[in-house]
């Protein structure tokens, strides 16, 4: 009788994309030889490497990039601020603007300024019999020569690095010394480019300077002007001087106050005239008229007192007011008279002091021309005096925070760190290596994959180490699943025949299932012809290649497989 026991439900396997932390950790405590071997041989490099290669020495200093020490300071560079643009032109910039700090640290790089360094470091190996050949300048700046700029400062942080320790301190201060010319070297250069420039520029406008006053000059001579003239009022200084020089009552200046003269006249003759014989007119040209003009005054007295007393028509009242009348009559004429005259005399004045709008005119280009031109050149003899003082006044190179110093230990080899990091790196390859090796056996020690590969269910776990919980779980499959059994057929996959645990199992289903006959062995066909097939097998003990051939060897023989058994702790778990 066949019985076809309904499969177990089996979890899916793992899918190929996804890791299995468990299956990974199962892995790697399999091949901890092999990860204990590279780990240990990486070490042992590691060490090698650590103790035999030669000791590095290290030197350093502190400079402070100054702003001071560039191109102009102190009064050069007051004069620079005053005029950015003939600064500029004449190089008096001043390093700090013209270039950055990290600018200022590329230079400090280049074999402009560490070329000579280099050079004593390969005369030094040269003398010492080392083969420089091979020695360039970039390898060795990139690869001994460290300059870094501290965060937010100025100052810089210059290292140094060689296997011959006693190198490392004339390397150093060779560099030090390398920079603080290189910061002279910088001033002088921009001073003498700003002296230089100031002289050619003075000695090309100097004469044109004196040829524009002379035009000036003989223009203003040949129309009766002075150099004011025709200028703006805004040219006069505090002083009543101008810029050119004049005085401030020159022929323009005369000119425009006979005009408003004239004007002020006009005016006060209009008011004379319109004033008639009932109002006296009020002008400072009473004052000719001083007589007639206290009669007015004490007719304005008597006239007043009779008022207060007699009654206006009043032959006394009447007889005042037409004295007083004839008074103001007398005296507007008078004005009237004066201020003609002066009017005369002023539009005459006017007339003399008036020159061509054109002659003004070309008289002010004239005379602005001379002044801007004068004015450029002394502000060039101010500038080229400032420059040839700073040019004289010896400055201070860049300030050393701290001395050239050679470190009393080597910076290299760390041998801890090399070691530690050979292990490390020993570790992470050796378990790439067993995971690579693991997975080149072909040997499946996963129950999911198993449980996938196996054409049945996984009917029970078998613990090979514990022979009561053996014959326990065989009891129970025995009167399970096997129950009934005339003809029971163990197929062993990846199992030797010689496999103490699998003969345990075929000595402990014989005693349980008495009178069924048990065949154990890899042939399908005698296996065909029982009532139960049951795979045993153990994790590691079957390749995948076997586990493909078993399910297609079992779909050919088509009979159903009743499950299968996992044994736990064989030799073949052990291997």
């Known amino acids: 009788m066949t019985s076809s026991p309904s499969p177990l439900a089996a979890p899916s396997p793992t899918s190929d994309d996804e890791i299995d932390l468990a299956q990974l950790a199962a892995a790697l405590r399999r091949r901890w030889p092999l990860i204990a071997k590279v780990a240990g041989g990486a070490l042992l490099v590691s060490a090698l490497y650590a103790f035999l290669s030669p000791k590095v020495w290290e030197g350093e200093f502190q400079i402070v990039l100054a702003s001071g020490g560039g191109g102009g300071g102190g009064l050069l560079a007051q004069l620079a601020a005053a005029n950015p643009m003939r600064a500029n032109l004449a190089g008096m910039g001043g390093s700090g603007s013209k270039d950055s700090l990290e600018t200022e640290v590329k230079v400090l790089e280049s074999p402009s300024v560490l070329m000579p360094v280099f050079e004593l470091v390969r005369s030094s190996k040269e003398r010492a019999g080392k083969d420089i050949s091979r020695l360039r300048f970039s390898d060795w700046r990139d690869g001994n020569v460290e300059i870094k700029l501290e965060k937010g400062t100025s100052v810089l942080n210059i290292t140094y690095t060689d296997t011959d320790q006693d190198l490392i301190l004339p390397v150093i201060q060779r ?123 004490a007719s304005e007295v008597r006239l007043s007192d009779l008022r207060s007393r007699l009654r206006d028509n009043d032959e006394l009242v009447r007889n005042l007011q037409r004295q007083r009348q004839s008074l103001i009559a007398t005296l507007n004429r008078q004005t009237v008279g004066l201020l003609q005259g002066e009017l005369a005399t002023a539009e005459a004045a006017l007339q003399a002091s008036s020159r061509p709008k054109e002659v003004v005119l070309k008289h002010r280009e004239l005379v602005r021309q001379a002044l801007r031109d004068e004015k450029t050149l002394m502000e060039l003899e101010n500038q080229l005096q400032i420059a040839q003082l700073e040019q004289a006044k010896q400055t201070e190179p860049w300030e050393l925070i701290s001395t050239p110093t050679l470190l009393d230990r080597p910076v290299a080899p760390r041998k801890a760190r090399i070691m530690a990091l050979g292990l490390l790196a020993g570790l992470v390859a050796g378990s790439g290596a067993a995971l690579v090796v693991d997975r080149r056996s072909g040997r499946v020690y996963a129950d999911d994959e198993l449980q996938g590969l196996i054409p049945g269910p996984l009917l029970a776990r078998l613990d090979g180490s514990s022979s009561e919980t053996l014959q326990a779980d065989l009891a129970l499959l025995s009167q399970g699943v096997l129950a009934g059994s005339k003809q029971l057929a163990l197929i062993p996959l990846g199992l030797p025949p010689h496999e103490p645990k699998l003969q345990q199992l075929q000595a402990i289903l014989s005693q349980q299932l008495p009178g069924a006959e048990l065949h154990c062995g890899t042939d399908l066909l005698a296996a065909g012809r029982c009532d139960h097939q049951l795979v045993v097998t153990a994790p590691g003990a079957a390749t995948r290649p076997q586990l493909a051939q078993l399910r297609q060897q079992l779909e050919l023989q088509g009979r159903p497989l009743t499950g299968w058994l996992l044994l736990t702790a064989t030799s073949t778990n052990a291997a």
Not at 226 to 241: H, I
Not at 258 to 265: E, G, I, R, Y
Not at 269 to 280: E, H, Y
């Open 175 to 297: 560099i030090s010394k390398e920079y603080q010319d290189y910061s002279g070297r910088d001033r002088r250069r921009d001073i003498a480019q700003a002296v230089d420039y100031l002289k050619k520029s003075i000695a090309q406008l100097s004469p044109k300077a004196e040829a524009s006053m002379q035009r000036a000059q003989a223009f203003a001579l040949s129309n009766g002007l002075g150099l004011s003239d025709g200028m703006p009022a805004a040219g006069t200084d505090p002083g009543g001087q101008r810029a050119g020089g004049g005085l401030a009552g020159s022929v323009e200046a005369n000119r425009q106050l006979a005009q408003a003269k004239v004007l002020l006249l006009r005016q006060q003759l209009s008011d004379a005239r319109s004033a008639g014989n009932n109002v006296l007119f009020q002008a400072p040209q009473l004052e000719a008229n001083a007589e007639l003009y206290k009669q007015y005054q």
